[in-house]
Every structure is written in C-alpha cells, then in structure tokens.
C-alpha cells in the first residue's frame, strides 16, 4: 500500500482542491491481488487504489477512458519477427496504473515495438542496448518492475526454445478445468462431433446459463494461442442467450479436449522469408437456424501463423461462391491490415500476399472486370478485392479442397482430418510437458 500510495503521489496523478456542493465525489477502493507464476506459485502480492468508476455518469462527469490493448494478431507478429530476426524482448510491469497523462508529441516506431496491455508492457527491437535503455527512461518516470526475458504474459506462456518460441496456456486450462469440475474428466482426440450440429432449441433448456457462460468466455480467451478449438467456440457462442442441454454437452466436450491438450501451443520458427500467405474457406448456409455461411481464414507469414478466424456471415448467401468471395473480402482485410503495421515497423515484405481459396469461380470474380446481374448484391467486396488484386497488394491463387487448411475453420471434421489439419497449424506441445 506504501508503495502504491507512493507513485501516485510522485507521478502527480490528483490534486487537491476545496469541496463543493456541485460535485459528484467519485470513492475508492484497495483492491489486494495474489500475482501467480506459471507454476501457480505465488509472484508477489499485488495493491491497486481503484476509482469506483460505477459511479459516473457518461456525458455528464466524464466523456471518455482509455486503456491501451494491443490486439493477440500485433503479439503474435512480434513474436514471429523476434525470433525471425533475432531481436531480443523484454517485459516490464509498471508498479502503478491510476495515472492520467497528455501525449504531447509521438516517436517513429522505426524497428523497435512497444506493446501495451493496460499495465503490462512487452518491449522488443533490432537494437539490444535501445531496449534496455529505453527500460530506464520508462522507469525514471514511472516506477516499474524489468521481468526480463518474458516467459508469462497475460496468462499465456512464453517457452523459449532452441529454434524459436511457443506461445500455449496449460495453466490457464488447467484452472478452467477445476473451475468446471472437469479437471478428472476423460479425455477426447476431437473438441466436436464429426457431423455435429447445434441450433436453437435442439433440446430443453441448459438449468445453468450462467456457468454456461463464463465457460465459453473462458474458451474464448484461450482461442488465443489455439487455433484448434476456434470454430467450435465460435458455434458455442451463438447460444448464448439461450443455452441448452446439448450445448452443455457440446461444451464439455471441449473441455475433454483439453484435458488432454493442455500444452499445446503456437510455434514460431526462425525463417528468412518475410512472405505473407492466407487461407480461406466457407461452409455454406451451414447454419441450422437461418442458414447463414460460416467463413474461416488462417494467415501465415512464413512458418508461423498469425491470425486466425471462424465467423458466421451477417447475411445469407445466394451460392457457395458468394459465400467463399464474403470470406475472402474478410481475410484480405487483414492482410491490407498486417502490410500496413509492417509498413509503420519499416520492415519489407517480399511480395505481394497470397489468398488462397478452392473456389474457382471466386477467383475469378476477384479477377474479371466485367460484373454480372447475380453479382451485384455483392459488388462491395468485389470493389474492395478486385482493386487489391490490381494494385498487386493481394494475389488470389486456387487451392485444392483437400490442402485447404482453413478448412478447420469452418466446420466438424473426421478424427483424421482434424489431426491433418491441426498439424498444419503450427501447433505443438512443449517439450516434456506430456
């Protein structure tokens, strides 16, 4: 609490001033957290002095509030160009969060990256002896604690090994299976039922919503580092007003999964090429309830794969080209996205990046500049790609069916296709962890 109290006198962060009746007095709180490791051994105790923000009024006492959050896609990226270029990263923890500071001017990004998540910073470059220095300027102005090399983060672990890094959560499984009363459970090879399909109302309604719930929030957090349980999380969530008996049951399967894949995580692997590749995929009107398409894309710079997606389209789709053309004008957003974060980092991509999709008339609409009557309900997104296409930003490419790895994405597979599938996706287990 000393300590607390400390910084938020030394970095400024209020000011005293006389009481008036106009004013609505916002109160605090101490709020007193154990910071685990990994392992699940204590860290350190942990204290914050916290406005109970609750209390306010938007448009009345305040109008806005800011938290940096990088996204997991701008993690995964640095963490594919640290071990690509050998840059060396480091984590810090600033000791103190309740401040309130103005910008007054911005720095070039250059080939150094800080990466913020509200009081956990990561901070990696080309250039070893900035990074370090940069870590004293930071904490000459804000007292934080150097981590060092980052081996946790945001619940999720960082292994470093000979080749690269593996980014997994077995910790953050293993509590979510003694949270569910499933940490005893059998263990499954799938995380769904081939041909599985789930819809509203398929069986009496589910007597714990809530525990529902919070568990596939809880599997939406671990989508972060696998890609493996993406689609049927996705498909778990649009139960969530109503969930039934065999949702429940559905997601438990999940949980069985990961009884029995705790450690499996993203790899990233040292490579010299920079290329930018993705894969694209839709399972049209799949939906039971209103027979809207399921997408999915993988993109991958090299070895490593970045991002990852499963959604349902918002509209319905009139053919399964249209349905493969809505997944691919989603996909190549991305990859316009990732060019220009590479483009701020001053780093340079070899070519242009590849789409690659199984559906040749998709292609060629991406291509042909003449447009059709039963394509007009979709000319945004032929617009959109069409003119990535042209200016040689993204180059659209077919691909087999059965070497379509977004292929996962989309839908409930064979035990074997899965398992194909899955190790396509950079997924492995660290070393002795089984």
């Known amino acids: 609490m000393d300590l607390e109290y400390n910084a938020l006198i030394k970095n400024h962060t209020w000011d005293l001033v006389p009481f008036s009746e106009a004013m609505n007095l916002i109160s605090n709180k101490w709020v007193f957290k154990f910071k685990h490791r990994a392992d699940g051994s204590v860290d350190r105790l942990k204290t914050r002095l916290v406005a109970r923000g609750f209390q306010q009024i938007l448009g009345l006492d305040y109008f806005e509030t800011f938290s940096p959050v990088v996204k997991s896609l701008t993690i995964r990226i640095m963490f594919s160009l640290v071990v690509s270029r050998g840059w060396l990263i480091q984590q810090v923890d600033i000791n103190n969060t309740f401040l309130n500071g103005t910008l007054e001017q911005t720095q ?17 470059g080309d250039d070893s002896e900035f990074v370090l220095s940069l870590i004293k300027k930071v904490d000459a102005t804000f007292s934080l604690k150097h981590l060092g090399q980052v081996n946790y983060f945001l619940g999720i672990e960082a292994h470093r090994t000979s080749d690269g890094y593996l980014l997994n959560q077995p910790k953050y499984v293993s509590d979510l299976l003694a949270k569910t009363k499933m940490f005893d459970c059998k263990a499954s090879p799938t995380p769904f039922c081939s041909g599985q399909k789930l819809s509203l109302g398929d069986s009496p309604l589910f007597s714990l919503p809530s525990l529902y719930r919070s568990t596939v929030g809880n599997l939406q957090y671990l989508t972060m580092t696998r890609p493996d349980i993406t689609n049927v999380v996705h498909k778990l969530s649009q139960f969530l007003h109503a969930p039934t008996e065999n949702h429940w049951v559905a997601c438990k399967k999940v949980l069985r999964y990961l009884k029995g894949s705790r450690f499996l995580g993203i790899k990233f692997t040292s490579s010299p090429h920079m290329n930018l590749e993705a894969y694209v995929d839709a399972d049209w009107a799949s939906s039971c309830d209103d027979r809207k398409s399921i997408g999915g894309y993988c993109v991958f710079l090299g070895p490593n794969l970045l991002t990852w997606c499963s959604k349902k389209h918002q509209v319905v789709a009139r053919s399964s080209t249209e349905a493969e053309y809505r997944s691919m004008a989603v996909a190549t957003t991305d990859l316009v996205w990732i060019q220009a974060l590479f483009a701020e980092l001053g780093l340079h991509l070899e070519s242009p990046a590849v789409l690659w999709c199984d559906n040749s008339s998709a292609i060629s609409l991406a291509s042909n500049p003449v447009f059709h009557q ?61």
Do not use: M
């Open 108 to 124: 070039p990004w250059q080939t150094h990256s800080v990466l913020v998540y509200v009081d956990d910073i990561l901070i990696t």
């Open 374 to 434: 039963r394509t007009k309900h979709i000319e945004i997104d032929i617009h959109f790609i069409r003119e990535k296409v042209q200016n040689k930003v993204v180059d659209v490419r077919f691909i087999p069916s059965e070497s379509q790895i977004a292929d996962r994405l989309t839908k409930p597979l064979s035990l074997q296709r899965f398992q194909f599938l899955c190790s396509k996706l950079s997924l492995t287990s660290f070393p002795g962890s089984l």
